[in-house]
């Protein structure tokens, strides 16, 4: 088995039991937690795929954007309990170890890969041509995607600006 066929088995159980955890677990923000490490594992998939302009905007945007208005909302509504935020240890630690080891495996099995390999793959370039790169991207942005774009952003918001007043109403 080569070492990007592991990382991509790799990633894919820890994505199902992330996506698993976000539907099966009782606690929004662990919930929220949990699709906050999906979305992250997306992104690695997304750099494994050779398309770093989406593994990066994935990052930024879901992770940095999205995440923090869901953790936000959920904050403010007040769903999660005091008694849920307090950790215990348990079976907890252990499994908190053993990702942890699994990362750390994963990592090291990525530095250690001699460079060697590399010489035989076909050249990224001529594989991805135009798929990902950021002129691609921007192209398509200001031709053909600029009118759902706009809509998507004036929907965004006005989602924004009825959440504020729904939560200024309470306050």
């Given amino acids: 088995m080569t ?31 949990a699709l906050v490490v999906n979305f992250f594992i997306l992104a690695m998939f997304y750099f494994l795929l050779g398309s770093q302009l989406l ?23 007040r769903v999660g309990h005091a008694e849920q935020l307090t950790e215990t240890g348990g079976l907890k630690l ?44 921007g192209a398509g942005l200001f031709t053909r995607w600029a009118f759902p774009f706009e809509v998507t952003s004036v929907l965004l918001l006005v989602g924004i600006v009825g959440s504020i007043l729904l939560a200024k109403r309470r306050v």
């Fill in 3 to 33: 070492s990007d066929l592991f990382v991509f088995w790799t990633l894919a159980v820890i994505s199902v039991f992330t996506g698993v955890a976000v539907i099966a677990t009782k606690s929004a923000i662990r919930s929220a937690l």
């Fill in 55 to 77: 593994g990066i905007v994935q990052i930024f945007v879901y992770l940095g954007a999205i995440m923090v208005l869901f953790l936000f909302c959920i904050m403010l509504l």
């Fill in 94 to 137: 252990a499994g908190a170890g053993a990702l942890s080891f699994a990362f750390l495996a994963l990592l090291m099995s990525q530095v250690l890969e001699p460079v060697s390999r590399t010489a035989n793959l076909p050249d990224p370039q001529s594989v991805h041509a135009g798929v990902s790169t950021v002129e691609a991207v």
